[in-house]
């Protein structure tokens, strides 16, 4: 691994220790005076992701799939998604209507 600073660290200069001059803001990993990045070199553990990143946990999908596939899928969520918003709706106007059944 070469020595450097991974790029999912969020470090800040520190003026208050001297036993290191970068500190991560997220994990507290710190670099070593003398002896290089240290635990800095390492991904860290809590980065914290941009919400612009979020699309990246279906990375592997979109790599896997044409623009027509994704576009299909999208119709199809977004009709379970209006059935689902249909079906709540009439549950909760059904409750306020005080649940009415007929007796056969
Ligand atoms: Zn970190």
């Given at each position: 691994m070469k020595d450097a600073c991974?790029?999912?660290?969020?470090?800040r200069v520190s003026i208050d220790s001297s036993s290191y001059d970068e500190i991560c803001v997220n994990c507290g990993a710190t670099?070593?005076?003398?002896g290089g990045w240290g635990q800095l070199k390492?991904?860290?553990?809590?980065?914290?992701?941009?919400?612009?990143d979020a699309w990246k946990e279906y990375?592997?999908?979109?790599?896997?799939?044409?623009?027509?596939q994704i576009e299909r899928e999208c119709s199809y969520e977004q009709?379970?998604?209006?059935?689902a918003e249909s079906w709540l709706e009439a549950v909760a106007l059904w409750k306020k209507a005080g649940k009415p059944r007929k007796s056969e």
């Open positions: 991974h790029p999912s660290h969020v470090t670099d070593l005076v003398i390492f991904p860290c553990p809590n980065e914290i992701r941009s919400i612009d990375e592997n999908d979109f790599n896997a799939m044409t623009d027509e009709s379970k998604l209006d059935e």
